[in-house]
C-alpha cells in the first residue's frame, strides 16, 4: 500500500533554514508527480510546491517562490523541500503527497520562533 515518511522538521529562528525530507513507498516513485502541503492551524491544508517526474519543472505557491526548492532522488523514492529565509507563517505542519493517490503521511512539524 501507499506509505509516505515525512521528516526533518523542527524549530528554527526566523531567517533560518530546514530541510525537510518524504519517502515513498507501495508505488512506482518515479512515476508519479509529487507536491508538498502545509497546514496552519486553524487554516485550510494549502499546496505548496510540486514537481514532475524526472524533476525537471517545479511549481511553488507565491508565499514561498524564491525561498522553497522542491526536488527528488528516484533512486532512493525520496522527495525534499528545501526551505531557506524562513518566516513564522511558514510555521505548519508538512505533508508530501504522491498527485495521483489521495494518501497522506503523518506529517512534520515546522516551527519558526524567536
Known amino acids: 500500500q501507499v506509505q509516505l515518511v515525512e521528516s526533518g522538521g523542527g524549530l528554527v529562528q526566523p531567517g533560518g533554514s530546514l530541510r525537510l525530507s518524504c519517502v515513498a513507498s507501495?508505488?512506482?516513485?518515479?512515476?508519479?508527480?509529487m507536491r508538498w502541503y502545509r497546514q496552519a492551524p486553524e487554516k485550510e491544508r494549502e499546496w505548496v510546491a510540486h514537481i514532475t517526474k524526472d524533476g525537471g519543472i517545479t511549481n511553488y505557491a507565491d508565499s514561498v517562490k524564491g525561498r522553497f526548492t522542491i526536488s527528488r532522488d528516484n533512486a532512493k523514492n525520496t522527495v525534499y523541500l528545501q526551505m531557506n529565509n524562513l518566516k513564522p507563517e511558514d510555521t505548519a505542519v508538512y505533508y508530501c503527497k504522491a498527485s495521483i493517490f489521495s494518501q497522506w503521511g503523518q506529517g512534520t512539524q515546522v516551527t519558526v520562533s524567536s
Open positions: 507501495g508505488f512506482t516513485f518515479s512515476s508519479v508527480f
